[in-house]
C-alpha cells in the first residue's frame, strides 16, 4: 500500500512538473511577441538592394514603437484594427521596413517621397518637387556583382536630401537596360502614402515600378525602423568594424 501511495505522489508531481513547463514554455512565447511586436524585433537582409549601407547577411535590430503600430506589427498580420496607433510621422531618408503592396512580402528601402511630393528620375539624378538632389561622386564600387549587371562596374555618389540627410548611392554605370529607370516619369506620391528607393539604385525593386510589389506605400504598412547593425555573416565585413554600428 505505501508503495502504491508513493507511486501516485510520484506520477502526481510529474504530472505538476509537466503542468509547469508547458506554462512556462507558453509564457516565453507570449513575452517573445509581445516583445517583438511592441519593442524590437531582428531582421537579416536578404538582397543587395541597399548596398552600400546594408550588405545581404546583416542582421539588425529594428524599433516596432518608431512610427507606431499597425496590423502589420503583429505575427500574420492580423487585421486587429485598420489604422495606425500611437502613429508618428516618418522623415525623409529613413530607411524603413514595411509590408509590400501586393504579394505580403517584407521589404527594407529608404523614405525619399512624402504624401503630395514630386519625385523624379532624369538622367541618374533624383528630383524632388522640380529640384534636383545634390549627388558628389565618390568613386567606383568595388563588389560589381551587386550593380545590376555583373560585367558592370558601379559609381558611388553622396546624395543629399533637402532635410541634410546624406548616404551613399550606387549607380550601374550602364544605359543598356531599360527595365532600371534612370529617368523616369513624375510620380505624384498620394495622401497618405510613402515613396520608397533603394541605396542601390540600379538594383533595386521599389517605388519606381507601380505595377510590381511596392508602389506607393501607404502608412499603414510601415512596420519597423532599423535602428543597429548587430552583426553579419561574412567574417571580412566583421574585420571591417560592421558590426555593433548605428544604421544611418
Aim: proline fraction near 5%; charge should be positive.
Amino acid at each position: 500500500m505505501k508503495s502504491l501511495s508513493m507511486q501516485k505522489a510520484a506520477m502526481k508531481l510529474k504530472s505538476i512538473n509537466y503542468y509547469e513547463y508547458v506554462k512556462s514554455f507558453i509564457f516565453a512565447i507570449v513575452l517573445a511577441v509581445l516583445f517583438r511586436s511592441f519593442l524590437i524585433e531582428p531582421y537579416s537582409i536578404p538582397s543587395g538592394s541597399m548596398h552600400p549601407t546594408l550588405l545581404e547577411g546583416d542582421y539588425i535590430f529594428s524599433t516596432k514603437y518608431s512610427y507606431g503600430y499597425s496590423r502589420y506589427s503583429f505575427p500574420f498580420g492580423l487585421n486587429i484594427f485598420s489604422d495606425r496607433l500611437f502613429k508618428s510621422q516618418p522623415e525623409r531618408g529613413d530607411i524603413i521596413i514595411f509590408r509590400g503592396t501586393r504579394g505580403g512580402l517584407t521589404y527594407i528601402k529608404r523614405l525619399i517621397g512624402l504624401p503630395g511630393d514630386k519625385i523624379q528620375l532624369i538622367n541618374k539624378v533624383l528630383y524632388i518637387n522640380g529640384k534636383a538632389i545634390p549627388q558628389v561622386y565618390k568613386g567606383t564600387y568595388d563588389n560589381y556583382t551587386m550593380c545590376a549587371y555583373e560585367a558592370t562596374a558601379c559609381n558611388m555618389y553622396m546624395e543629399t536630401l533637402p532635410n541634410g540627410v546624406s548616404y551613399t548611392i550606387l549607380q550601374a554605370n550602364t544605359d543598356d537596360k531599360p527595365e532600371y529607370t534612370d529617368t523616369t516619369m513624375v510620380y505624384e506620391v498620394p495622401p497618405q502614402h510613402y515613396f520608397f528607393m533603394g541605396d542601390n539604385r540600379s538594383n533595386s525593386i521599389d517605388s519606381r515600378f507601380l505595377k510590381r510589389e511596392i508602389a506607393y506605400v501607404p502608412e499603414v504598412n510601415l512596420i519597423a525602423r532599423p535602428k543597429y547593425l548587430v552583426l553579419t555573416t561574412d567574417f571580412n565585413r566583421l574585420a571591417q568594424g560592421r558590426f555593433f554600428k548605428e544604421i544611418q
